[in-house]
């Protein structure tokens, strides 16, 4: 079955940096990923859908400048925490779709715990 | 209030016991329907799709309610590995999934 790969699984890091995250799908072509954020007990929050090839369509709330989304191919897309701030700190999980289609199976990367101190 | 809508529970039930949890959606406008489950700090897997005439699969049915927004996953015969939290999900128009907050079960010896 199709895999998206999501690397690093875990980050530490001091306030002030910055934190990329990759998320690849590894069998198959995703021209959209998408990016949530989840904060302990809460549900995910869709953060940011990435096409390939065009810029990212933010959620309401997110900045954009903050989290910046590059999806150059069609098998990676990353997340960059810029100037991460101990508020950042929470579970990011990627997403990928093999095809547009409403009701097309949702591949999950395993996520990235990021620590920020 | 929320778009989805889920008792955080915890259930705590005894092996081979049936559970039930439900899910309310505000947008009438949700197009498809999905329960997942999640393992702490891990990511969701897709448990089953939501259809309109409900559907089965092994210990799991699930129900699709459109006029009262309102779905359900009932487990029967829970067993130890079912324990995880349960996530609602809806795809709302516009191809966005939104996920509920998730009910905890517990299934204990």
């Known amino acids: 079955g199709a895999v998206v790969s999501q690397h690093p699984s875990r980050v530490i890091c001091k306030s002030g940096t910055s934190v990329k995250i990759e998320c690849r799908s590894l069998?198959?072509?995703?021209?959209?990923m998408f990016w949530y954020r989840q904060f302990p007990k809460q549900s995910l929050m869709l953060m940011a859908t990435?096409?390939?090839?065009?810029?990212?369509?933010?959620e309401q709330g997110v900045e954009k400048d903050k989290f910046l989304i590059n999806h150059a191919s069609l098998t990676l897309s990353t997340l960059t925490v810029t100037s991460a701030h101990p508020e950042d700190s929470s579970f990011y999980i990627c997403s990928a779709r093999e095809s547009p289609g409403i009701n097309e199976k949702l591949f999950f990367g395993s996520g990235t715990q990021l620590s920020v101190l | 209030r929320k778009e989805v809508e889920q008792d955080p529970g915890p259930f705590n039930v005894p092996e081979g016991a049936t559970v039930a949890f439900n899910c309310t959606y505000s947008n009438s406008a949700s197009q498809s329907f999905f329960w997942y489950r999640q393992d702490c700090r891990k990511e969701p897997k897709l448990l089953m799709s939501v259809y309109s005439s409900g559907n089965e699969d092994g210990r799991f049915t699930a129900q699709l309610n459109r006029a009262s927004q309102y779905i359900s996953l009932l487990i029967r015969d829970s067993k130890l590995s079912d324990s995880a939290t349960y996530l609602c999900?809806?795809?709302?128009?516009?191809?966005?999934?939104?996920f509920g907050a998730g009910t905890i079960l517990r299934v204990k010896s």
């Open positions: 999900v809806v795809n709302e128009a516009g191809n966005k999934l939104v």
């Open positions: 069998d198959f072509q995703a021209t959209t």
């Open positions: 990435s096409n390939e090839g065009s810029k990212a369509t933010y």
